[in-house]
């Protein structure tokens, strides 16, 4: 992908975003630098492709443009062997940081090496109720799931979760259990995580993959009691990964 095309599928994923959650303007957007820091951006998103161009300006990769070949630096047609990154927060808005919601965008990578995606970030729901500005979730947890899904169509992904760091670290081990984050709802198209969860109660056929399901709502994270069920279970579906070496759901 070129910048501009980077540019135009960020700008068109974060205005659907918007028709799913509370995501909406005035955001900023950050670069590697310290100079690219929460740059921000006009609320009708006039300013949008300049300023999100200057955020993927990187200095340590280099940028191939076919108008200015000897140039390294970004141009609207460079491409990259690393992909191009930036990350999106709404802290504009909710003047919190601890309470700011981030979006991670990472996409025109040539290296299949290097993994694209996107990584939302969203400080723990209180749930039913609206506080500070926090996202929160509604009694029948309608928003996670809206999300997720809308990930799944606008990507369609190799994979994907709603997942908590803290609970994922007690399933995983560094360098065993590479791209798994088993969460409240994961998708997975690896044709070796599907053969190796088939029949398996908490699985079930979804689009090109299956549908991990841990626990009835994304609560399984925070309640005590539904969190250690949860981990338990999320223990099974990670030992039977590993029984069948498909612990990276990236792999083909």
């Not at 006009?42 to 340590?60: G, P, Q, R, T």
């Not at 409240?184 to 299956?210: F, Q």
């Amino acid at each position: 992908m070129t910048a501009q095309e980077v540019v135009d599928t960020m700008r068109e994923f974060l205005v659907g975003l918007e028709r799913v959650s509370p995501w909406e303007p005035p955001f900023d957007v950050s670069g590697k630098s310290k100079k690219q820091a929460h740059m921000p951006i006009a609320e009708d998103l006039s300013d949008f492709e300049e300023v999100v161009i200057e955020a993927l300006n990187d200095k340590e990769v280099r940028f191939f443009s076919d108008t200015e070949p000897e140039t390294m630096r970004i141009r609207r047609d460079s491409r990259t062997v690393f992909g191009m990154h930036a990350t999106f927060s709404d802290y504009p808005r909710r003047k919190v940081k601890k309470s700011a919601v981030t979006v991670n965008i990472g996409m025109g990578s040539s290296d299949q090496s290097c993994n694209s995606g996107v990584d939302i970030r969203v400080p723990f729901y209180t749930p039913y109720i609206e506080e500070n500005g926090m996202w929160s979730m509604s009694k029948e947890f309608e928003q996670p799931e809206a999300i997720f899904d809308y990930i799944i169509k606008f990507f369609d992904p190799y994979f994907c979760s709603v997942y908590s760091s803290a609970f994922n670290s007690e399933l995983t081990e560094w360098g065993v259990d590479i791209n798994s984050p088993i969460g409240w709802r994961s998708y997975v198209r690896s044709p070796k995580v599907v053969e190796a969860l088939n029949g398996d109660s908490r699985v079930s056929g979804c689009r090109d993959g299956v549908l991990i399901q841990i626990g009835d709502t994304p609560l399984v994270f925070k309640d005590s009691q539904a969190r250690k069920e949860a981990l338990l279970s999320a223990i099974e579906v990670r030992d039977k990964l590993r029984s069948a070496g498909a612990t990276d759901w990236m792999a083909k």
